[in-house]
């Protein structure tokens, strides 16, 4: 998860009142309200654990998409094919997390028959957080694992040409009595975003961020932003990229890469695609025995020796979960400038001041 | 792949020559010819892919395992369960590549079934170089990805007890008229032997490869030496490590990191644990197609700008191919340490000279 800095501005807002506003905006957009819910709760979702580049900041963008954008808020979800373990679905056009619901659900029904599913997703766009589905098979006992395609921002290992997208996955392994072991990551050293941030305020950025346009490292944030982001673990990371972006897009056809768009005029409508394997754990052995296992593992960790004593030793997804049981109970803590962002957004689509009153 | 220093006692050797030894050495430890045949390929491939860490220098250490070390030369894998995608596999205690090379061909027997499958082996241990396997997934036009637990060399993120393995994993994706992109990667920062061999010749080794036993930044390979290994991408390499490190073990009851063992003592015969999945790709889309585009993803990357001119831009897998064709032709190059090592200890096992003359 990302760490934000917080300020003076930020408004703390209950999490259902903010899934009844996006709900509202995403309606408003010609979504039918199942659709809306879905989509309105993938970003709250991601509030909710602390990752704000996935959540409701991304509510104006969204809104270009579904109005002018070229996506489509009233397609549903096909199945094109299939066989036993291996699904292909088409998005149909309409946002990412509608085909991807979708295609998780397919995944995760197909495993409970055949141990363990593939679902390949075209027509897709982009699709927010990779947990909200990962953990949706870990709550079904099973193991998750979904990744998807993106726009290319680094270079081949030695190369200058942006055409590796950082393409992240989400790997969801369910404990016993621990909440899931969950990663979800990308394969840069950072989030393109997160240098925009050090731009605007003129700082320099850290060293193993980004390569200049001639793929020389660099920190000064101006050229990193016209350059390309470091892979995480070098030549390691760019292969990684580059498998989980193959595994998202040609089993479906989809648009892999620069097939997608790029940083400049952002993605194409409908190219994007995302793979969901769904893994039944009981088909391999009894749950209990699996799960106390998990939970052996993150005993290990917990009790293991820290470095600064003060730190507390957490697994994948565990500093996440404790936002999400804050913020539940708190509220979700989120900038001024991006509650007034999905206010105005909410008046530009006809709703009423009242209705918005919560951001 | 890793890069070797060469030096003036190298010499080269015939692979198909190499084979024959390697099968003389297994056979008198007592494996049968087939197993003997498959162990010998699985080391010899490495050295002809130049990943020599995983070849034939292993063969002291894996006569060791095989003669005294517990491993039990004649025992045969057996299918614990199968439900259509979903295996189980017990190694029985045979060498790793013995029951890693029947998992692998079960999990692509089943996904020519089933679309993709699943098989978790347990009653493992070490079995060599995992895109040996996922290579033999891309020949029969499957995606093929393979994981392995390791002994733990790593801390989590924080701390400093050494719990997490590098756990390794390979994907191999076929090509059309490309050879298959192919990776095969740990999620350390190095490798711990890279650290010895600077240990050797008294020097420090490069910033961000370990850290001491206290989990600070160390460049002193003593201090590394009894530290710990660093992750490739900090945090994301740690989480990917465990990840793949419990796909490996926990779904077959095989023993998670510090249940395989410690590097002090080394591994416990039997307990390690490995995951094999096949992916058939026809039964998502024409093969052809598919092919098509990865040669496109191929080509993309070979025309793409370099950083520097006289450095052609591979992709992964690609240069432990021209090692392979090189070596094909020319004989492997390799240490006239490891061929002496080799030499010895065949002529320990009753051997004679004669047939061990090509080393």
Chains 1, 2 share one sequence.
């Not at 920190?219 to 998202?248: E, F, R």
Request: overall charge negative; glycine content about 12%.
């Amino acid at each position: 998860m990302a760490n934000y800095p917080t300020s003076e501005t930020d408004r703390r807002i209950d999490a259902a009142a903010l899934v009844d506003i996006c709900k509202m905006i995403f309606t408003a957009c010609k979504m039918n309200s199942e659709d809306a819910a879905l989509l309105s709760d993938s970003l709250v979702h991601a509030d909710l654990r602390g990752v704000h580049s996935h959540g409701v900041m991304r509510i104006p963008d969204y809104v270009h998409k579904l109005t002018v954008g070229g996506v489509n808020p009233i397609a549903a979800p096909t199945v094109l094919s299939h066989k036993k373990g291996a699904i292909v679905v088409d998005g149909n056009n309409n946002m990412g997390q509608i085909g991807a619901s979708f295609a998780m659900d397919a995944a995760i029904g197909a495993a409970a028959e055949n141990g363990i599913a593939l679902v390949a997703l075209r027509g897709s766009n982009h699709c927010g957080a990779l947990d909200w589905f990962t953990l949706r098979a870990a709550e079904q006992g099973m193991i998750g694992i979904v990744g998807s395609n993106a726009l290319p921002t680094m270079a081949p290992v030695g190369g200058r040409d942006k055409i590796v997208g950082m393409n992240p996955i989400s790997i969801a392994i369910p404990g016993a009595n621990e909440a899931p072991v969950v990663l979800d990551l990308a394969f840069g050293a950072t989030a393109h975003g997160k240098i925009r941030v050090y731009h605007q305020k003129g700082l320099p950025i850290p060293d193993g961020w980004a390569f200049d346009a001639n793929g020389e490292p660099t920190t000064d944030a101006t050229i990193a932003l016209s350059g390309l982001v470091q892979p995480a673990g070098g030549h390691k990371g760019i292969a990684l990229a580059m498998m989980v972006g193959m595994l998202s897009t040609i089993l479906s056809g989809a648009h892999y890469g620069t097939g997608l768009g790029d940083m400049v005029d952002g993605p194409i409508a409908g190219n994007d695609g995302q793979f969901f394997i769904a893994i039944d754990i009981a088909a391999f052995r009894p749950l209990a025995a699996f799960g106390a296992d998990v939970d052996d593992i993150v005993s290990e960790i917990h009790n293991s020796a820290r470095r600064d004593p003060n730190n507390a030793l957490l697994v994948p997804g565990e500093m996440e979960r404790q936002y999400e049981q804050d913020y539940a109970v708190d509220g979700i803590l989120l900038p001024g400038l991006t509650l007034d962002d999905i206010k105005a957004t909410g008046l530009k689509l006809g709703l009423d001041a009242t209705q918005l009153a919560a951001v």
